[in-house]
Each structure stands twice: as C-alpha cells, then as structure tokens.
C-alpha cells in the first residue's frame, strides 16, 4: 500500500507541475465544475426555501435539516 501511495503522489506532483496539466484542470474546471455547482446551488436554495416555509429553523432545527436532508436524497436518487 505504501508504494502505491508513493507511486500516485508522485504522479500528481509531476502533473501539478506541468503547465498543460494544470491549463486543462482549470479549462475543465470551468466549463464543467463550476456550471454544475452553480445549478446544484440554486437547486438547493430553492429546496431551502420551500421546507423553511413547512418548518422553521429557528425554532426546530433538528426537524428542519432532516426535511432538508431528505428531500434532497429523494431528489438525488431521482436525477440518477
């Protein structure tokens, strides 16, 4: 196990320190991961809204987030 982890930390200095490496983490970074966040974000707000409206945090805290919790596993298993 131990070689592994240093043949892989290995490999990932090296690519950190290629310039086209580290050009296409960003590009993909910014043409995938951060749209998809973005829209993952604004889901989840609206999801926040709607449950604070069924329950309110301030005074059920513990009911809230597992509301919460849930009703973004169901929408997750749902998208998949």
């Known amino acids: ?11 990932l200095r090296k690519a950190a320190l290629d310039p086209q490496m580290r050009a296409k983490a960003v590009s993909f970074f910014q043409q995938e991961v951060r749209p998809r966040a973005r829209t993952a974000a604004r889901a989840s707000g609206q999801e926040w809204r709607e449950v604070s409206q069924e329950v309110d945090p301030a005074t059920e805290p513990a009911r809230f987030a597992g509301r ?6 169901k929408k997750m298993s749902r998208d998949d």
Request: aromatic fraction near 0%; proline fraction near 0%; charged fraction near 20%.
């Open 1 to 11: 196990m131990a070689i592994l982890r240093t043949l892989l930390s290995s490999a």
């Open 68 to 73: 919460l919790a849930g009703r973004l596993k």
